[in-house]
């Protein structure tokens, strides 16, 4: 039989299980369909029409995006989210990689508890900590001083913190099954510790480093609970922030709420849709590994 021509019977089952992730995917998707047209329509046409494709004569304007951005500092509060988002990815990805290399290929006394503590560490949530943490903050002199930069590191801190368990976690299982190997030969090379880390471990688990690195970002990015928290003033907003005082200073102007969700969440959107193979690459390759 050619191979070419032979398919495989499609399967009862299988035509289910096709429609309903169809339906499930059609619900997720079309929300932010939804507000993408209507943040081109005028915001007296919304509520009469909300689901046609907005055309020049049917209501179509810019006007919601330049209102936004006239009333609103968008750069300052995305300048605001990546130096936080940033520097907390960068200091995730260091810190737990240590971290996971620490505890997968070196054995000292103490080692089960510092796992336990690890894996306690994601039980906890953010607000059964915020407090203590904002005191203490406040007692180094770093939050509600009005220093902009202050306030950025006592958003970053916490953020670090509250990552890291998660991500040592999720890289432990893949340094887990790199080849020993490969180290044993770079110490034979006269390689130290820190150069075996970055010139075996990391590009080795490149995948698994892309997922924690996109997933910090992604919680840093979209934090609303920490930053409303710690940031007060108007120059200390992020986009999340940003997005919160709109829908409150907005009210029934869906229009411009519209445009601003989109300014807001389809960047980011972007991103995670860009990269979804190394999130999926790095979140299964320690399983199938080994």
């Not at 992730?21 to 005028?42: D, H, Q």
């Not at 006239?70 to 990815?89: D, P």
């Not at 970053?156 to 044993?184: D, H, R, Y």
């Not at 940003?242 to 409150?248: A, R």
Request: charged letters at 10%; one cysteine or more.
């Amino acid at each position: 039989m050619n191979r070419l021509t032979s398919r495989r019977p499609l399967r009862p089952w299988l035509i289910v299980t096709y429609l309903v992730l169809a339906l499930w995917a059609l619900t997720t998707v079309y929300p932010f369909v939804w507000v993408i047209l209507n943040s081109f329509r005028e915001k007296g046409l919304i509520r009469r029409d909300s689901f046609s494709i907005p055309t020049a004569a049917n209501g179509f304007t810019l006007d919601n995006y330049r209102l936004a951005t006239e009333r609103f500092h968008f750069g300052s509060a995305y300048l605001n989210s990546l130096l936080i988002s940033l520097s907390v990815t960068a200091v995730v990805v260091v810190l737990s990689g240590l971290a996971a290399y620490g505890l997968v290929r070196y054995r000292f006394r103490g080692r089960g508890l510092l796992y336990s503590l690890i894996m306690a560490g994601m039980m906890f949530p953010v607000f059964s900590t915020i407090i203590p943490v904002f005191r203490m903050e406040a007692a180094w002199g770093i939050a509600s001083t009005g220093n902009r930069w202050l306030s950025l590191v006592a958003v970053i801190l916490p953020q670090i913190a509250g990552n890291l368990c998660f991500a040592t976690i999720v890289l432990m299982g893949f340094i887990q099954s790199v080849p020993i190997e490969l180290e044993e030969s770079a110490y034979l090379d006269g390689c130290n510790v820190f150069q075996v880390f970055f010139h075996i471990i990391v590009p080795a688990a490149r995948s698994s480093f892309a997922t924690v690195a996109i997933f910090s970002f992604l919680w840093s990015y979209n934090d609303l609970f920490t930053q409303n928290f710690f940031l007060r003033f108007p120059q200390e907003k992020t986009i999340t922030l940003l997005l919160n005082e709109i829908s409150s200073q907005a009210g029934v102007n869906y229009g411009l709420m519209a445009a601003s969700v989109v300014l807001i969440v389809v960047p980011v959107l972007l991103v995670y849709v860009l990269l979804q193979k190394n999130i999926i690459k790095g979140l299964t390759a320690g399983a199938i590994k080994g």
